[in-house]
């Protein structure tokens, strides 16, 4: 198709042949169907594809170190929807969120792959950090996740306030925070985690198999979670 604009290093992206892919994963005895809806090239849809620290995630879930049954999971920057789709698939109560142009597919992904099997019917839900965050759960005391998980959510820097924000907003000292990281640009990403830091207690980094320190599975708290008495 012949480009009617000249293309430039501003709108490269915008120009570059879009598609789409369907990817296959096998979890929890299953197989997974999942479609990445107009991607390119660039490398710069963030949300509408699988991105690596997911497949760790649904790793560590699907051996059981962390069990999911009949527990209550948040999802934030749920993409395209593997692990929300295998937490349900183990059982859990899962509501996956992401922007409101990205929860379209990714709820197409949900349906398909959970109409059998699920315990608790998944929720798709549209959520923007730090914005808005009582439209997902109500007030602070009236519900409690006992899970609230995201996997490659650290990225852009302009986001890290507000993705701090939110994951204070969901938590309570009994709920565990599972953060899967890829560090791509070190110092960056490491001031997020000195951010969260502040409110949460890291209570163990999981290493990925064969990744050396750039990728890791951080399992957190609230800070004062262990003034209580927390049941897993």
């Known amino acids: 198709m012949p480009m009617t604009e000249a293309m430039t290093r501003d709108n490269i992206h915008e120009q570059l042949p879009k598609r789409d892919r369907m990817q296959l994963y096998n979890f929890v005895g299953r197989d997974i169907i999942l479609w990445e809806r107009n991607i390119g090239d660039d490398g710069d849809e963030i949300g509408k594809r699988v991105w690596p620290s997911a497949v760790d995630l649904c790793q560590f879930l699907q051996n059981g170190d ?64 730090g914005r808005n965050l009582n439209s997902i759960k109500g007030p602070k005391e009236s519900f409690h996740y006992d899970y609230v998980i995201g996997t490659d959510v650290i990225y852009i820097e302009e986001t890290f306030h507000d993705l701090s924000v939110t994951l204070r907003h969901f938590c309570d000292p009994r709920t565990t925070v599972l953060l899967g990281c890829h560090f791509r640009v070190r110092n960056r990403d490491l001031r997020f985690i000195e951010l969260f830091k502040k409110d949460f207690d890291i209570v163990r980094e999981h290493k990925i198999p064969g990744q050396g320190v750039n990728k890791v599975l951080f399992e957190a708290r609230m800070k004062g979670w262990g003034d209580i008495d927390v049941q897993t």
């Open 66 to 129: 962390f069990p999911m049954q009949d527990k209550k999971v948040l999802e934030l920057g749920s993409g395209i929807g593997l692990v929300g789709i295998v937490a349900s698939l183990l059982g859990a109560d899962v509501t996956l969120t992401d922007l409101p142009n990205i929860v379209g597919n990714m709820e197409e992904n949900v349906r398909a792959n959970t109409r059998e099997g699920c315990k608790y019917p998944p929720k798709v839900r549209p959520l923007v950090w």
